[in-house]
């Protein structure tokens, strides 16, 4: 299992039509695809995808665009390390 880590790595192998099939879809949704698998597979066994809170800074708060007295969020991609 894990080292110290919530998540362990997994290898499956899948038919190549099957893995585009997945990687069209999550493009339509605009998520990595295996974040849909991932998800795919905890909905396949009844189990709720864990709830992850992201903090936002008050920086990242500007006004609407198109006002109308609510707030948008600016949201900034970080750079993960490999």
Do not use: C, H, Q, W
């Amino acid at each position: 299992m894990s080292k110290g880590r919530n998540t362990t790595p997994v290898t499956v192998r899948v038919p190549d039509d099957f893995l585009e099939k997945f990687k069209t879809e999550a493009a339509r949704r605009g998520k990595p695809y295996t974040s849909l698998i991932r998800e795919l597979m905890y909905k396949g066994i009844g189990v709720s995808l864990p709830v992850v809170k992201v903090p936002v800074a008050p920086e990242n708060i500007l006004p609407s665009p198109i006002n109308r007295g609510s707030n948008t969020l600016k949201l900034k991609r970080k750079n993960k390390r490999r």
